[in-house]
């Protein structure tokens, strides 16, 4: 199985399905989308995908951090490929797809397997947390309904805040490879490279919010709304959030297509009109996607003249895993898989 997952041809295969299906999630949409984009500003939308970019370029960084503050550090390159096409596994129905495609493309980097699951579950444990956070302090200045009707999502925050501690992170990760049959860590993340992941998380959130009220402002000041100031990105900001959190949370959509856009237009539909707040949605997914594209091509260009370490022939020996998989032992002492 290990020899399956390293074949060049299955993995472009499988990320030939990945990316064939979040260009699916547009184009099943696609009316609705393109009438959509059509009532935003070209400069609007190109200004909701450069924020989309650069937030995207700030979690790649958080990440990057956390990797290495558990002892494997990677180059930029490397790194952005790892993480951005694996994350196309996203828009594979089932919750573990981008996951299980990072660990997998960072076993080409000798980052043992426990490492990389680590890093990917604890950066997703800090998005979620800088983005709950957003969405607590923002919201209630801006939609108190969406915060009233979303309760639920807001009061998960003081508890996803303690899952931050050390102590917390070191026993949640032991606990979730102990039941993957993994070693446990060598080290857990330091503060040092904790801290580097919530700065790049937080300034990735702002671009987030930035590329919501890119699409959002068009609307607040051609319908006499908020205008284009702060209170609109506080809302822009807040509403993403809480939207985003609501997406990753139920976790049977993929990639949180649905719950997120209904979350989002929950949140805009006090301040502007249903209608509009369809737009923006939409429009938002669209972007989002986009994003996701734009960095899993940057990956792809930046892996070109690295090699796939291909699947050993017959009869090679096998190269040492630095990561190797427990075999249970029967009582006589022979491995359970022999017969």
Same mark, same amino acid.
């Given at each position: 199985?290990?020899? *399956?997952?390293?074949?060049?041809? *299955?993995? #472009? !295969? *499988?990320? =030939?399905? =990945?990316? /064939? &299906?979040?260009?699916? !999630?547009?184009?099943?949409?696609?009316?609705?989308?393109?009438?959509? &984009?059509? @009532?935003? #500003?070209?400069?609007?939308?190109? /200004?909701?995908?450069?924020?989309v970019i650069a937030g995207l370029g700030c979690m790649l960084l958080a990440w990057r951090a956390l990797l290495a503050g558990l002892g494997s550090p990677l180059p930029l390159s490397a790194a952005t490929r790892v993480m951005f096409i694996g994350q &196309? /596994? @996203?828009y594979v129905p089932g919750a573990v797809w981008a996951l299980a495609a990072q660990v997998e493309l960072a076993r080409d980097h000798d980052v043992p397997r426990r490492r990389s699951t680590a890093a990917s579950l604890v950066g997703m444990a800090v998005t979620l947390v800088v983005g709950l956070i957003a969405a607590g302090v923002m919201l209630p200045l801006t939609s108190a309904h969406a915060a009233g009707h979303y309760w639920w999502v807001l009061a998960v925050t003081p508890l996803a805040v303690a899952c931050l501690h050390p102590k917390v992170i070191r026993f949640g990760l032991n606990l979730a490879l102990r039941v993957l049959r993994r070693p446990p860590l060598e080290e857990s993340v330091s503060a040092a490279a904790m801290a580097r992941a919530l700065a790049w998380t937080t300034l990735g959130?702002?671009?987030y919010g930035a590329h919501a009220w890119f699409l959002i402002s068009d609307f607040a000041d051609r319908e006499g709304g908020r205008g284009g100031g702060w209170d609109t990105f506080a809302l822009a900001l807040g509403g993403y959030a809480l939207a985003w959190a609501v997406g990753f949370l139920i976790i049977f959509f993929p990639g949180g297509i649905g719950p997120r856009e209904v979350a989002l237009i929950a949140v805009l539909a006090p301040v502007m009109p249903s209608a509009?707040? &369809?737009v923006v949605a939409l429009a938002s997914r669209v972007v989002m996607t986009i994003g996701d594209l734009a960095w899993a091509g940057t990956g792809l260009a930046l892996g070109k003249g690295q090699a796939i370490r291909p699947a050993a022939p017959a009869g090679t020996p096998p190269t040492p895993d630095p990561d190797p998989q427990p075999v249970p032992q029967r009582a006589d002492g022979s491995a359970s898989g022999d017969r």
């Open positions: 199985m290990r020899d *399956l997952t390293r074949n060049p041809w *299955l993995r #472009a !295969g *499988l990320l =030939a399905v =990945a990316a /064939g &299906l979040a260009v699916y !999630g547009l184009a099943s949409q696609w009316d609705e989308v393109h009438a959509a &984009l059509a @009532k935003l #500003a070209w400069y609007d939308v190109a /200004g909701a995908v450069a924020c &196309l /596994g @996203k959130w702002l671009f509009s707040a &369809l």
